[in-house]
């Protein structure tokens, strides 16, 4: 779902997307696959939210308390 402006999108999951032993860097590279696919899909957003059952996601390794920039954090 898109904020009004179009700006940030708001992915919300309804269970978890990582196993209680995935590594920070596993999570990490989960996160990017879901921004690149919403870049390749060519939705005109910013930024993502990551949200489980519509809040944001509680984690010990990464922050998702804000929204993530669509180009993610690796650049080629």
């Not at 179009?6 to 990490?28: N, P, R």
């Not at 005109?44 to 990551?50: E, I, L, M, P």
């Not at 308390?65 to 690796?74: D, H, L, R, T, V």
Request: contains cysteine; negative net charge.
């Amino acid at each position: 779902m898109l904020n009004p402006t179009g700006t940030e999108l708001a992915v919300s999951f309804d269970h978890g997307l990582f196993s209680k032993d995935a590594t920070t860097y596993e999570k990490w590279m989960l996160c990017e696959g879901l921004l690149k696919t919403v870049r390749e899909n060519g939705i005109a957003s910013q930024t993502v939210r990551f949200l489980i059952h519509h809040q944001p996601i509680i984690d010990a390794h990464l922050d998702f308390s804000n929204p993530w920039p669509i180009y993610g954090f690796i650049r080629n």
